[in-house]
């Protein structure tokens, strides 16, 4: 019913409940900020993957309308709208998987950081939901900047006593998705047919790709390797600059955001050898947290994969990286503990 505050976008409860009854496979999946300029087409794809079987969408804007449109479509999952604060606790209760892409996007000349003071505070707010009402969910953490909204998001579980660090996942698949987009085109090849890791974090020289580990095994010039590096790590000012104040990419990253979030529901189904570049709690640099190759399984992040043998250009970005990332990791920490 339309007046109805907690939107069912078709005649989904009944449905919902027989399959939940019959054990059918299926996923429940939450988006938080799914009116957005990610979250709609991201909404948009997960109603058609498979294995979702319920899918709400939450958002303080417009989520009335983006459920109602979705809802049309006719593949398997049930859609459920949620608008505003006081409907998050229903959208967030009983999800397997939450998908986070609430907050405001750059402008020309910003960096991710300057968006630190709005959306850390949003990140907090729903992960405080999150440990209330699925403390078990896999979280895919999407809003800027990822290098501390992860520490935020950990340190709110942690205080909860709900933390797990295999099941928060900071989202750097776009930047896996451009290296093999740009690799690709430097080689003369389809781009799905490369696969570039790509390490460290997610802003600037905090995103490292690992040129030399590129598969299928390929050389680079060195200026190549600064063309792709650079540009790898410039993606998204690349779109911010050419969106010219309409904000950054949100059709890559929901092609990016579902790519990985399909790798998540896959792990969780017990598929084997998923694989898959994230920024995660890590022990493979003395800091705390770092996107690298993780193998995603039953409980999430269930192996973290070292970063294999880098060459000198790799090490000096390494450290460059390292030497950033502890700072914005220590910008998120104390935005809860002080
Ligand atoms: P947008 O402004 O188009 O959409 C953001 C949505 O979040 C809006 O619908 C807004 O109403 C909603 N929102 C705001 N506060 C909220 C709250 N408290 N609870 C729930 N929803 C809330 O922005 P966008 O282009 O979709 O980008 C969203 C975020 O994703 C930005 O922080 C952006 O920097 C980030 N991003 C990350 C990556 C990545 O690779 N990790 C890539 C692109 C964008
Ligand atoms: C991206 O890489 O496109 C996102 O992080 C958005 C941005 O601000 O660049």
Do not use: W
Request: include cysteine; glycine fraction near 10%.
């Amino acid at each position: 019913h339309p007046s109805n505050p907690q939107m069912e976008g078709n005649s989904g409860l009944r449905r919902a409940n027989c399959r939940a009854k019959g054990g059918a496979p299926g996923f429940k999946v939450a988006i938080l900020g799914a009116a957005g300029g990610i979250g709609q087409p991201l909404a948009l794809l997960m109603k058609m993957n498979p294995l979702v079987s319920v899918l709400h969408l939450y958002d303080v804007v417009n989520a009335p309308g983006v459920t109602a449109d979705v809802s049309h479509m006719d593949t398997g999952a049930v859609v459920r709208g949620f608008l505003g604060q006081p409907q998050l606790e229903n959208a967030l209760t009983g999800m397997d998987l939450v998908i986070i892409p609430a907050g405001v996007p750059r402008k020309p000349g910003m960096t991710r950081d300057d968006l630190f003071k709005i959306n850390a505070g949003i990140v907090r707010t729903l992960c405080e939901g999150i440990a209330k009402c699925c403390p078990n969910a896999i979280v895919n953490l999407i809003s800027n900047p990822v290098n501390s909204t992860v520490p935020i998001a950990a340190e709110v579980f942690k205080n909860a006593g709900t933390f797990d660090p295999k099941k928060l996942l900071g989202v750097t698949t776009l930047d896996v998705v451009r290296a093999n987009t740009f690799v690709a085109e430097v080689l003369g090849v389809d781009p799905r047919e490369v696969s570039v890791p790509v390490i460290g974090g997610h802003a600037g020289v905090t995103i490292l790709p690992l040129l030399s580990q590129v598969n299928p095994p390929s050389s680079f010039t060195p200026d190549e390797v600064k063309y792709l590096t650079d540009r790898i790590q410039n993606g998204g000012t690349e779109v911010v600059e050419a969106k010219a104040g309409a904000g950054s990419a949100t059709l890559s990253m929901a092609y990016a955001a579902v790519k990985f979030a399909d790798a998540c529901l896959r792990g969780l189904k017990g598929d084997a050898g998923i694989i898959e570049c994230s920024f995660v709690t890590s022990a493979v640099t003395e800091l705390p947290f770092f996107a690298t190759k993780v193998r995603l399984g039953r409980t999430g992040a269930e192996e973290i994969f070292p970063l294999g043998p880098l060459n000198e250009f790799e090490r000096i970005g390494l450290e460059k990286a390292k030497k950033e990332l502890a700072e914005s990791i220590q910008k998120g920490i104390n935005f809860i503990r002080k």
